[in-house]
T-cell receptor, first 113, second 113 residues
C-alpha cells in the first residue's frame, strides 16, 4: 500500500486566494482526520470523518475553512479566502475501524503571502 | 477530556546515552497510549502503542515505553541514543471506542555527537 497520499506537498499562494488540499486515504480505512501543525500551536485536529461523514468539525478555525469527503478514496480541505495566519503544515491521517493507530500522510506545507 | 503532558520542549542527549522522554496522561478510564516520531519534513510515524496488553511495550528503532497506572505515566526510553534519533516525539492518548487522539506538545530531541 502506498500509504496516505497528500497533494500538493508545497503550496505558496497570496492572501485572498482559494487553497485546496487533497488527501487519498489508505484503502479500507474508515476514519480520516485533518490536522494543522504550527510552531506556536503544535498539532491541532481540525475535523474528522467516519465513513465519509463529518463527525466533529469543532477544530475548524473559521468559516473560511471547509472539508469534504465525497467518497472513501478522497478528501479535500479548502481555505477561502486564505490569510497569512493560515500558513502551516496540514496533515491528513487515516485509521481503520476498531484500530486506534492513525497513519499520517507526508503533509502539505502551505505558505500564504 | 483525556489529555497528555510532555515536559521540556527540547531535550539534548549525548550519542550513546539514555534517551528518556516523559509523558503523563489524564484519563478517567483505561486509556490507549501512543508514541509517534516526526523526522524533519515528514509526517508522524508510530513508534509504539499501549492497548491494555503488556505494560512494557517495545517499538521500532530500539525504543520502549512502560505503562504505569499508579503514576499515570507512559515514559519513552532508549538505552543508547543514535544520531538518527534526532526528531520530534509526540505522546498521544485516546479512549476505547473513540478514534480521536489527543497529542502532547512534543519533545524536540537533539543528539550531541
Amino acid at each position: 500500500d502506498a500509504g496516505v497520499i497528500q497533494s500538493p506537498r508545497h503550496e505558496v499562494t497570496e492572501m485572498g486566494q482559494e487553497v485546496t488540499l487533497r488527501c487519498k486515504p489508505i484503502s479500507g480505512h474508515d476514519y480520516l482526520f485533518w490536522y494543522r501543525q504550527t510552531m506556536m500551536r503544535g498539532l491541532e485536529l481540525l475535523i474528522y470523518f467516519n465513513n465519509n461523514v463529518p463527525i466533529d468539525d469543532s477544530g475548524m478555525p473559521e468559516d473560511r475553512f471547509s472539508a469534504k469527503m465525497p467518497n472513501a478514496s478522497f478528501s479535500t480541505l479548502k481555505i477561502q479566502p486564505s490569510e497569512p495566519r493560515d500558513s502551516a503544515v496540514y496533515f491528513c491521517a487515516t485509521a481503520g475501524q476498531g484500530v486506534y493507530e492513525q497513519f499520517f500522510g507526508p503533509g502539505t506545507r502551505l505558505t500564504v503571502l | 477530556a483525556q489529555s497528555v503532558t510532555q515536559l521540556g520542549s527540547h531535550v539534548s542527549v549525548s550519542e550513546g546515552a539514555l534517551v528518556l522522554l516523559r509523558c503523563n496522561y489524564s484519563s478517567s478510564v483505561p486509556p490507549y497510549l501512543f508514541w509517534y516520531v516526526q523526522y524533519p519534513n515528514q509526517g508522524l510515524q508510530l513508534l509504539l502503542k499501549y492497548t491494555s496488553a503488556a505494560t512494557l511495550v517495545k517499538g521500532i528503532n530500539g525504543f520502549e515505553a512502560e505503562f504505569k497506572k499508579s503514576e499515570t505515566s507512559f515514559h519513552l526510553t532508549k538505552p543508547s541514543a543514535h544520531m538518527s534519533d534526532a526528531a520530534e516525539y509526540f505522546c498521544a492518548v485516546t479512549l476505547y471506542g473513540n478514534n480521536r487522539l489527543a497529542f502532547g506538545k512534543g519533545n524536540q530531541v537533539v543528539v550531541i555527537p
